[in-house]
């Protein structure tokens, strides 16, 4: 069946939804600990630069080619140019390996909030809590349900009266929740202000090569590109809305709930920690088994605990709605299949992949793919191999196919591209080097041939 694509109904539909897609889990807890781990203010000055050029020239010409065609990732390729189809199908496989194991997290984040709300914040705070609680399996798999389930429900709503409401009202929410957490740990806690120093004032001799391949790589996963998103995005963009513009806008919402993440969690683990820069570099263990300590041990930290958790569902949620978005565009586009039917198709194929993900810890915690436990192996597939080759691929497809001329051509529809002579070098030169780094240091990382 012939189905009428879908469209946001104005600018600030659009740029609240995309800019959901873009802030997820890595803003809350990946960005905070990489800050930490590679110097603080060096690693925010060195992330802002990036994000004002290489990922900005990369969403343009992503949010461009969406528009242009009208399409999602794979036949937006497709339509250009039948050699890189291919492309759109890498694009389309990243969103569906990582929703299943990104609701198993947003699985747990649920627990936690409940666990906060429900006077169980000191049992959450207990050593070895978190690796008791991975260890089931029943539980886990309860709230994974609940949260692919929350997913679906909004994706089955439609862009207008799904996707773009709840952003209108998830995003202000999120920022609002962000800013008075942070303020409130800095002003309650002893010892949070030498976290604060070390966070915004930059120290150069903490600077060092691989802050700037950390600070690409959180850029690059951060803002949900080369996974088919911005395109799908793009494609229900009206011709009349300034791609510029809300690009541009979408990074000050990503990078600015990034920014206010690291102000919230930084200078609290520095006050904990006693300034233990160590305390940081954990990673999920970072909000899951040290932050629910501090909670414990902060003034208020019940209910601050509390909306903290409340504050990472939302983010979790709206990323793992454009995910799932982004995979049901395609089923529809493809297929010919109604959103219902996508929508149930794609639940169903979560669920398959979602279920090793969670009881990869539990009943199969004996059974390893390249020496990682599922999860941590669906991460690795798409984050650190199909999703920088997806990138390479769209500047080369950029750079010889449609040219810069092209994506300049659409992003000109309705006013002057001020930056096209940035966008030009960065797609052409600097990116694909850029992305070569992130997937060398990648794959070196995986392997413990160097560390990240």
């Not at 990682?372 to 199909?386: A, E, R, T, V, W």
């Amino acid at each position: 069946m012939e189905t009428k694509r879908s469209s946001f109904t104005g600018k600030i539909g659009f740029v609240l939804a995309a800019a959901g897609s873009a802030v997820g889990l890595g803003n809350i807890w990946r960005f905070p600990y990489l800050a930490a781990k590679y110097g603080g203010g060096v690693f925010l000055l060195v992330y802002i630069l990036l994000a004002i050029t290489f990922g900005f020239s990369l969403m343009v010409a992503e949010i461009a080619i969406g528009r242009k065609t009208g399409k999602s990732a794979i036949g937006a390729f497709a339509s250009l140019d039948k050699r890189y189809s291919f492309v759109g199908w890498l694009a389309a496989a990243v969103p569906m390996i990582i929703l299943p194991y990104y609701s198993v997290i947003g699985g747990w984040v649920l627990k936690y909030f409940t666990g906060f709300v429900t006077g169980s914040a000191s049992t959450m705070a207990a050593d070895g809590y978190f690796g008791n609680y991975i260890s089931t399996v029943s539980e886990p798999l309860l709230w994974f349900s609940i949260f692919l389930g929350a997913t679906a429900l909004v994706v089955l709503f439609g862009v207008e009266k799904g996707i773009e409401k709840v952003s209108k009202v998830m995003m202000p929410l999120l920022v609002a929740l962000t800013l008075f957490i942070a303020i409130y740990t800095i002003v309650t806690m002893d010892g949070a202000w030498d976290g604060v120093k070390y966070y915004l004032m930059p120290d150069f001799s903490h600077f060092s090569i691989m802050t700037v391949v950390a600070a690409m790589g959180q850029l690059f996963y951060s803002m949900s590109l080369a996974m088919g998103i911005m395109i799908t995005f793009g494609s229900y963009m009206k011709k009349d809305i300034s791609i510029e513009k809300s690009v541009r806008q979408i990074e000050i919402f990503d990078t600015g709930i990034a920014f206010l993440a690291g102000l919230m969690i930084i200078p609290a683990v520095f006050a904990f920690s006693g300034g233990d820069q160590s305390a940081l570099g954990q990673g999920p263990g970072l909000m899951f088994v040290t932050l629910p300590k501090i909670f414990e041990a902060m003034p208020g930290g019940t209910v601050i605990g509390a909306l903290f958790f409340f504050m990472v569902i939302l983010a979790a949620l709206t990323s793992s709605i454009s995910l799932m978005e982004t995979i049901v565009s395609i089923f529809m586009d493809k297929a010919k299949v109604s959103r219902r039917v996508g929508c149930l198709i794609v639940l169903g194929l979560s669920i398959l992949i979602g279920v090793p993900a969670s009881i990869g810890y539990s009943a199969w915690s004996g059974v390893t793919i390249l020496g990682m436990q599922f999860l941590d192996f669906f991460d690795f597939i798409s984050n650190s191999i199909i999703m920088p080759i997806v990138a390479f691929a769209t500047c080369i497809f950029v750079t010889f196919v449609t040219k810069p001329k092209g994506i300049i051509e659409e992003v000109e529809l309705d006013q002057k591209f001020k930056q096209k002579k940035l966008f030009s070098v960065v797609i052409r030169f600097v990116a694909p080097v850029c992305i070569l780094a992130i997937l060398a240091s990648s794959i070196l990382s995986a392997f413990g041939i160097v560390k990240i």
